[in-house]
């Protein structure tokens, strides 16, 4: 079962075009993270949402918790070449077994 | 600090061989954790642990075996390698197991034949 359902799976844009990735879910979380992963490297940690309705910010990334915390939202602005990966939501249901992923959403910004 | 490590980096086996897959932490995080990763099916877990001599079984663990003798290494156990095995592993590790930023290793792409 699928806990954390990622959309689009693949999304090429040209650079400087706005996009909106999205995770969604029928369950509750704890917290939610997002991560970004790099061909042949393992992922790293963008941002982590806590509390629903929580909006954040790094740079031209804008990310959302959605008030009941079941779902989330990622929003890039002006997107550029550097921002191409995979894009990876988690979440945290507040056991030891840790953190459920999406499958991810394939991003290609090109120049 | 090195972070997470893992070896090897890369790894071809022959279907029944069994072998280890090191990981190792020097940021004295008690939890860590063995994912796979499958293209369309992202990461899944494998086995956890919350700390020294203590382990637990995550999503996928069937066919693995880990230990935890010491805080700052996990290492995954193949047992007899089956090609449904070929996959990309990574090994993480954090502070707690619930809303801390996990470290990730650089991972081992591991094909049986």
């Known amino acids: 079962t699928q806990l954390l359902e990622q959309s689009p799976q693949f999304l090429s844009i040209q650079e400087g075009e706005n996009l909106t990735v999205y995770c969604n879910s029928s369950?509750?979380?704890?917290?939610l993270q997002w991560y970004r992963q790099e061909p042949g490297e393992g992922p790293v940690l963008l941002v982590t949402?806590?509390?629903?309705?929580e909006v954040k910010k790094l740079k031209r990334l804008t990310f959302q918790f959605g008030d009941a915390r079941k779902d989330s939202s990622l929003h890039i602005t002006a997107a550029q070449p550097g921002d191409t990966g995979l894009y990876l939501c988690?979440?945290?249901?507040?056991?030891?077994?840790?953190?459920?992923f999406g499958k991810g959403t394939h991003l290609i910004i090109q120049p | 600090n090195a972070g997470v490590t893992q070896t090897p980096k890369f790894q071809v086996l022959k279907t029944g061989q069994s072998m280890t897959l090191q990981c190792a932490q020097d940021m004295n995080h008690e939890y860590m954790s063995w994912y796979r990763q499958d293209p369309g099916m992202g990461l899944r877990l494998i086995h956890y642990s919350v700390g020294a001599g203590i382990t637990d079984q995550g999503e996928v663990p069937n066919g693995y075996n880990v230990s935890r003798s010491t805080t700052e290494d996990f290492p995954l156990r193949l047992l007899s390698a089956a090609p449904s095995q070929t996959s990309v592993y990574f090994c993480a590790s954090s502070l707690k197991p619930e809303g801390y930023e996990q470290y990730f290793g650089p991972g081992t792409r591991l094909t049986v034949t």
């Open positions: 988690a979440g945290a249901r507040g056991g030891a077994d840790g953190l459920t």
């Open positions: 369950s509750v979380f704890s917290s």
């Open positions: 949402v806590v509390t629903g309705g």
